[in-house]
């Protein structure tokens, strides 16, 4: 699915995307895997102090962790593609 629709569907319904989405769409952002333990991911941009964690529930995205990217995504103006847009 393209990141656009990801989005989409994250704004619609944070509680409905899979996890391999939630990674998606981070990595469409800009940010990057820095290192896995067990069932977490972390994520993490160059330019921004805060990191991603997102945890695999039985292969489902936890919907505060898809509300704190897209709360990231829009305090921080970040487009598909990692620029952000000034």
Same mark, same amino acid.
């Given at each position: 699915? *393209?990141? !656009? *629709?990801?989005?989409? &569907?994250?704004?619609?319904?944070?509680?409905?995307?899979?996890?391999?989405?939630?990674?998606?769409?981070? !990595? /469409?952002?800009?940010?990057? $895997?820095?290192?896995? *333990?067990?069932?977490?991911?972390?994520? /993490? %941009?160059? &330019?921004? &102090?805060?990191? %991603?964690?997102?945890?695999?529930?039985?292969? *489902?995205?936890?919907?505060?962790?898809? &509300?704190? $990217?897209?709360?990231?995504?829009?305090?921080?103006? $970040?487009?598909?593609?990692?620029?952000?847009?000034?």
């Amino acid at each position: 699915m *393209k990141p !656009e *629709k990801l989005l989409q &569907r994250a704004r619609q319904n944070p509680s409905g995307l899979r996890f391999s989405e939630l990674c998606k769409l981070a !990595e /469409a952002f800009g940010f990057t $895997l820095q290192r896995r *333990k067990g069932s977490h991911r972390i994520y /993490a %941009m160059d &330019r921004l &102090r805060e990191i %991603m964690n997102f945890q695999d529930d039985a292969g *489902k995205a936890k919907a505060y962790q898809v &509300r704190q $990217l897209l709360d990231c995504v829009d305090r921080n103006q $970040l487009t598909i593609g990692g620029e952000p847009n000034d």
